[in-house]
């Protein structure tokens, strides 16, 4: 069922939307570093995927059980295949770098998706997308070197922040599909339909990898995946009533919700460099992906 494009009553919902969407998002990322350092990423999961779609089933029940076309759930799949790996990537990150940190290099995701919408779609790019490039850049830069001067820059945060600038190319090709695909499906299908594929991509792969969860790990997971279910249905009513030019830079606040969580979860406190890294990387994005004025 194809996701209504009427206006809403007010333009700011869309708006509303996406920031509640993104607030979700990253109070789950805190659930799931939480329920990852307890059984390792993939359990976890796997887990909340199969939480999440025992979530989302009885919504799309009510929704009138809409049934995706062959073209459709073949839309579905890559963005579930495509997020399982980003996802898996993030949190492989995250267990080893502080959530503000891993939220601030995150961020590349929108200027890569610059370049690959003219690898993939043949759009030229401008020079303005080159600067966005070297200011998000710099910000990287910036955030390496706060953790190299404050000596605690070892293997772990090498590979914890590799793992989050590959999974940011992974973000990047999910926001190009993202927009299409609400355009395609509603809400409920959209959230049902991730969460499965995902379970079962997971699943597929579990005997390599399963951990039992104790009922505390059990408990961070189940925020998650009601955090997760409920940031899909946030974030797809956004994406499918305003033009993605108008939402992206809403994904910036997600560096304060992080900051937040890492904060009073884990004790994790941003460094200046930090800050003013992430400050580097969003006035990258802002000035890579933002059209003339656009009214909203």
Not at 94 to 103: F, Q, S, T
Request: glycine share 8%; net charge neutral; hydrophobic share 60%.
């Amino acid at each position: 069922m194809p996701a209504s494009l009427d206006r809403p009553s007010s333009p700011l919902l869309p708006v509303l939307s996406v920031i509640a969407g993104i607030a979700a998002f990253s109070v789950m990322d805190a659930a799931m570093k939480a329920a990852a350092l307890g059984v390792g990423v993939a359990s976890a999961l796997l887990l909340r995927n199969l939480f999440a779609t025992a979530i989302t089933f009885p919504l799309w029940l009510v929704a009138g059980r809409p049934v995706p076309t062959p073209a459709v759930a073949k839309l579905h799949f890559q963005r579930s295949a495509i997020t399982a790996i980003m996802a898996a990537l993030f949190f492989h990150g995250l267990v080893r770098i502080p959530m503000a940190e891993g939220m601030a290099i995150s961020f590349f995701a929108p200027i890569i998706a610059l370049y690959l919408a003219a690898l993939m779609l043949g759009e030229t790019i401008r020079p303005r997308a080159v600067l966005a490039a070297l200011l998000g850049l710099a910000g990287m830069l910036v955030i390496g070197a706060d953790r190299f001067g404050a000596g605690e820059y070892g293997p772990d945060a090498i590979e914890g922040t590799a793992a989050i600038v590959l999974s940011a190319v992974f973000y990047a090709l999910n926001l190009v599909l993202q927009r299409r695909q609400a355009m395609l499906a509603g809400p409920v299908e959209i959230a049902l339909f991730q969460n499965l594929n995902v379970a079962l991509i997971f699943l597929v792969l579990s005997p390599l990898y399963w951990t039992m969860p104790d009922a505390q790990t059990l408990g961070w997971i189940a925020a998650g995946a009601v955090l997760a279910t409920a940031a899909l249905l946030f974030l797809s009513w956004g994406y499918a009533r305003a033009e993605a030019q108008v939402l992206v830079p809403v994904e910036y606040t997600g560096f304060l919700w992080a900051a937040l969580m890492g904060w009073l979860i884990f004790g994790e406190q941003p460094g200046k460099g930090v800050v003013a890294g992430a400050a580097l990387i969003v006035l990258g994005c802002w000035i890579g992906t933002r059209k003339t004025q656009i009214d909203i």
